[in-house]
């Protein structure tokens, strides 16, 4: 209730969709929480556009996981996992190194399921090797930037 919206009540069934404004103070930390949201329209719009504040993630993505039970001989894909989701727009085929046997490899793409279906974050990308693995051993894949 409340906020700086033009409507408290809206629609047919006279939804709550305006949340009171909240104060934000210089220095602290907030996290913006949104669970169980139902719209019939499949998403909602965060508008930070009367605040003078900067929001930022000061946290960069890590790689937390590589799905190495899907590394067999003859794949050429690798599956990596982050720690948050990262811009589709900022995951580039230079921003990793994969080695090991019969390697240094090269990662020729990055594909994330959501960006290739228009979205802007993901957090699972599928990197495309230059060649099929050919032999047991370990392997690396390292983030470089």
Known sequence: MGGSGNC???????????NADLP?????????????WGSPDGGYTLDFSASEASIYDDVRPELMDVHEEEITCGVTEVVCEFTENVMCESVNTTD??????GGPYTVLDCQ??????????????????????????????????
């Open 112 to 145: 994330g399921q959501t960006c290739m279906l228009g979205g802007e974050m993901e957090r699972t990308y599928t990197l495309i090797i230059d060649r099929p693995i050919s032999e047991d051993g370990d392997y690396s894949l390292q983030l470089v930037r």
């Open 24 to 36: 934000v103070i210089e220095g602290r930390t907030y996290v913006l929480l949104i669970e169980n």
């Open 96 to 101: 990793f190194l994969f080695s090991g046997p």
């Open 8 to 18: 408290n009540h809206c629609g047919q069934n006279q939804t709550n969709i305006w």
